[in-house]
């Protein structure tokens, strides 16, 4: 069953190219420690992803889940009929008044360019902005392969804000993306 682009949008559906949608129900949720095991394959399962990046997730995932509430990180769960196809994880930043950093965001790689980052990305900022966040930071990489990760945050209507020179390696810079909230009072 097809159902018009904007009724799509509207209903938060999963969206295809070509201005048509198949009709999917996705949840968005927070994540619980039965969601780990997803997560972590999807991980390692995202070509874009270093070992070494993994293991960091693996980290801060284990961090929040031991607690929560006191953990600093907050991480949502995109699930399609129970099965887990994207997340992120964000926080306020340590020592900052209303800013927020984005640290990790991935989509199941089968199913990228269907609208599933952009609805975690809005919901994080939803629930960020709830929290009287104003300034949402991202750091992302220039090398090759991070293409459509950078094309994404634009279109997210991330700005560049600077860029460290082969910050992470030689060719290998630091981008750093931010987007302001309009009407925030702090
Ligand atoms: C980056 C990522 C999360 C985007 O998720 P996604 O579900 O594929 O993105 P969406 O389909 O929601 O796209 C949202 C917007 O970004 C744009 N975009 C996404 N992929 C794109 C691509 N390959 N080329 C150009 N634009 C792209 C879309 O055009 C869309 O804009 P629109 O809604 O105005 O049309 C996903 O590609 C991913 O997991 N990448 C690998 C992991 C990664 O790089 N994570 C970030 C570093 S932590």
Redesign the pocket.
Known sequence: MEIPFKQALIFGKIRHRKNSVKVTRMNIRTMTSKDKSAIMRLLQN?P??TPAEVVLADEVIDEYLFNPSESGYFILVAVIDSKIV?YICYGPTPITEGTWDVY????D?EI????????LMTAAEEKIQRAKGRLIVIE?SSKAG?E??N??YQ??GYKEACRIKEFYAIGDDKIVYEKRFQGSDR
């Not at 990790?104 to 989509?107: C, D, E, K, M």
């Not at 990228?112 to 609805?119: A, H, V, Y």
């Open positions: 995202t874009e992803f994207g990790w965001i991935a989509v790689h990228q360019g269907k609208g599933i980052g952009r609805e992302t991070y459509k990760t094309l994404f279109r997210m």
